[in-house]
């Protein structure tokens, strides 16, 4: 009687919700989990639970990221999934799948290390660029990079900005005082980004003002005085400028 009672489908998934439940390290699935992430990798999240259990979690583009704090939220503008790190305390409701993958993860608290680093007090985070057709270009002198987060703040016209880099590899080329060029995407986020030197002629010299030959353009600049190097009528040169408020484009650079 007994076998016939346990071999039942009924029996058979009380019992295994039960060593489910008992064995440790793993949550019954309809219990929210919440701990500190240690692992984020290969497509899955690993957190430590408050009692001390490890519990492995699958994550992917259709893994929602949401911040309890409106600070964090602030902080990783356009936030999915890659914004994970070490550190995070995070909570997740294993029954909740958007398919194979975990169907959003709340994260609860974030370190002030893993927290992306603003600029200036008070900068909003929206881009300068919003929404709308591909392929919009602007100029920018970059003022921090976050390579691991695929993030970056930017200085464009005299605004503080921060933007999401659709590939993080990218950023590898650049360093903080570079001046770079912006491609952006639909949704805002920069989709590439290159180096902002043009190389031209110099064909007049007036005072601080200098026109160039830029292939086969005649461009006017004002000269920035931190430049330690006079032009002359036929220099080939290689330069770096930026736009400033009044619609001045200001040769910062001189190489």
Do not use: C, W
Request: hydrophobic fraction near 40%; avoid cysteine.
């Amino acid at each position: 009687m007994l076998r016939r009672v346990f071999a039942s489908p009924t029996s058979r998934a009380f019992l295994t919700a039960v060593v489910l439940a008992a064995a440790p390290g793993v949550a019954a699935p309809s219990d929210n989990v919440e701990g500190v992430v240690t692992s984020v990798h290969g497509g899955y999240v690993t957190l430590r639970a408050d009692d001390g259990h490890t519990h492995r979690f699958p994550i992917g583009n259709r893994t929602r990221v949401v911040f309890q704090s409106s600070r964090d939220e602030a902080s990783f503008p356009n936030a999915k999934i890659d914004v994970l790190a070490e550190g995070m305390r995070i909570r997740v409701n294993p029954a909740a799948t958007a398919g194979p993958v975990l169907d959003r993860v709340h994260v609860v608290s974030v370190p002030e290390g893993a927290r992306v680093p603003r600029v200036k007090a008070g900068v909003p985070l929206t881009p300068v660029v919003p929404a709308g057709p591909a392929s919009q270009v602007v100029k920018a002198r970059l003022q921090s990079i976050d390579g691991r987060r695929g993030l970056v703040h930017a200085d464009v016209a005299g605004r503080s900005q921060a933007y999401r880099v659709s590939s993080r590899a990218a950023l590898r080329r650049f360093e903080e005082g570079d001046l770079v060029l912006l491609t952006f995407d639909r949704d805002g986020n920069v989709s590439d980004i290159r180096e902002a030197s043009l190389i031209g002629r110099v064909t007049r010299v007036s005072g601080s003002r200098v026109t160039i030959d830029v292939g086969g353009s005649s461009e006017s600049y004002v000269v920035d005085k931190k430049v330690n190097r006079r032009l002359r009528v036929g220099d080939s040169v290689s330069f770096e400028f930026e736009d400033r408020p009044g619609g001045q484009r200001v040769i910062t650079a001189v190489r």
